[in-house]
């Protein structure tokens, strides 16, 4: 399962001139802002309005604070004010986009981007983060262009490089993503979404011992850092090594205690490592986060299979199709359930549209096979046994000598 780093950069400003007092609590908010304390410079920035409630910038500074508070309603009032005070605060626009991109309103987001462009249009950090924006909403090529105007505009920062690899990464371009990381990281060596991207790169390209090998530096510069064990974890299950990537999924799990994906990829390790039945709890761990995750369904089906729990197997393959009506391997596994059950007439015709819409599934027809052979059906499945070996599956001699 892929994850995928990217970096968002709010804009802050100072004041130098005016009420002084006000704008030493400006400045003491914005301190305490980045150093994390956001409740505290929330106070600070209150006070600062109080003493100056004509100030664009204090409102804008204190939008800042409640985003990171999750007060996302009282950040757009904060903008919002800012900008009927100076409509052409071009920061302001900006944050205000930050924060429609925080609560996924990514045409908001752009919006507001597009207008913080509109009025500053040497900002790099404007380009980049609409780019952020486009990517969500599938612009892809727009987005490429805005990272480009980005190092062009500051070409010592790397976020737009770290940012533009991961948009790489998802056209197939790894070599290329490889050579933007490389720059990010000649920029700056403890830039830690530039080693995550870097991973995924080398990861696609299965490059595992090298992928682990960029986790491992993230995780040395954050140690905190979820996706970075996430997607050691998943290198790590690639190359065989459950135990480890348990452990590593473990760790992502703990700081961030509702990932489905991790608790996903946690449940193909133990299931692979012989814990099934702890898969099958993690598998439903997942479901009962997101009830849309079609693979969730779909594995925790195999596993009540293997049970013997055909029943509930069935119903699980039921939701997976209504999730997702164009997955073979879904109607292979119903069908496979269905003659469990000895409902062969069903099995046929879930193994049929498996067929129809994977026609290399030698499996699918060695199992239509078995079940025409069981339902004493036409030639009793001889067609699909040699349609089956034709395509590389071993079927038993002894069924092909009957066929004879």
């Not at 804008?60 to 052409?88: I, M, Q, T, W």
């Not at 980005?150 to 976020?159: A, F, G, K, R, W």
């Not at 948009?167 to 070599?175: A, P």
């Amino acid at each position: 399962m892929k994850s995928f780093a990217i970096a968002l950069c709010l804009v802050w400003v100072h004041l130098v001139s005016f009420a002084q007092t006000a704008t030493q609590w400006n400045h003491k908010g914005l301190q305490k802002y980045e150093q994390g304390a956001y409740r505290a410079a929330l106070s600070d920035l209150n006070k600062a309005i109080a003493l100056d409630p004509n100030s664009a910038e204090f409102y804008n500074n204190r939008g800042l604070a409640k985003v990171e508070l999750r007060n996302f309603s009282g950040a757009l009032e904060d903008y919002n004010k800012a900008l009927s005070l100076d409509p052409r605060f071009a920061k302001a626009y900006h944050n205000k986009g930050i924060r429609n991109f925080k609560i996924r309103d990514y045409k908001g987001a752009l919006a507001e981007f597009n207008m913080a462009i509109d009025l500053d249009s040497s900002n790099a950090e404007f380009y980049n983060n609409r780019a952020l924006a486009k990517v969500k909403l599938r612009d892809f090529a727009g987005a490429l262009r805005d990272y480009s105007r980005s190092s062009i505009l500051n070409p010592l920062s790397p976020n737009p490089y770290a940012n533009r690899a991961l948009l790489k990464i998802e056209f197939h371009e790894y070599e290329n993503a490889l050579e933007d990381c490389n720059k990010a990281l000649a920029i700056d060596s403890l830039y830690v979404d530039a080693y995550i991207n870097r991973g995924l790169a080398k990861l696609m390209l299965k490059d595992i011992k090298d992928a682990i090998a960029n986790y491992d530096k993230a995780l040395l510069i954050a140690p905190k850092h979820i996706e970075a064990y996430y997607n050691r974890g998943t290198a790590k299950y690639h190359l065989e090594d459950y135990k480890g990537a348990i452990k590593d999924l473990n760790s992502a799990i703990a700081l961030q205690p509702k990932y489905t994906n991790a608790y996903f990829n946690r449940a193909s390790a133990k299931y692979f490592s012989g814990d099934h039945k702890g898969a099958y709890k993690d598998y439903s761990k997942v479901i009962a986060t997101d009830t849309t995750y079609t693979y969730a369904y779909i594995n925790r089906a195999m596993i009540e299979g293997e049970r013997g729990k055909y029943k509930a197997a069935l119903a699980d393959f039921n939701r997976a199709l209504a999730l997702a009506p164009h997955l073979w391997n879904v109607f292979h596994g119903r069908g496979y359930t269905f003659a469990n059950l000895k409902r062969y007439a069903e099995a046929i015709a879930d193994f049929d549209k498996a067929i129809e819409l994977n026609p290399g599934s030698a499996d699918s027809y060695y199992k239509r096979g078995i079940c025409k052979a069981l339902a004493n059906i036409g030639d009793k499945g001889c067609i699909d046994f040699r349609k089956a070996k034709s395509l590389g599956y071993q079927v038993p001699e002894e069924k092909l000598k009957e066929c004879k």
